[in-house]
């Protein structure tokens, strides 16, 4: 999955909170810029069980 528009200032510890809220991670990379390694406010992620993926994305969109 794709999350993007996060907060610079975010940790990826404080990242991987939020979307492991769903269940448990199987990857995740959060993006950074490669001089100063802060982060470029998006991220990719995989959940260990693809049921969750779907229930992730439900709530999202549940946020539009």
Do not use: N, Q
Request: glycine share 8%.
């Amino acid at each position: 999955m794709f999350c993007g528009g996060l907060p610079y200032d975010l940790t990826e510890r404080e990242i991987r909170e939020l979307v492991g809220a769903y269940g448990p991670l199987k990857a995740f990379h959060l993006v950074k810029d490669k001089d100063s390694i802060l982060s470029k406010g998006y991220c990719f992620y995989e959940y260990a069980d693809p049921e969750v993926t779907d229930v992730a994305i439900a709530v999202s969109l549940s946020w539009l």
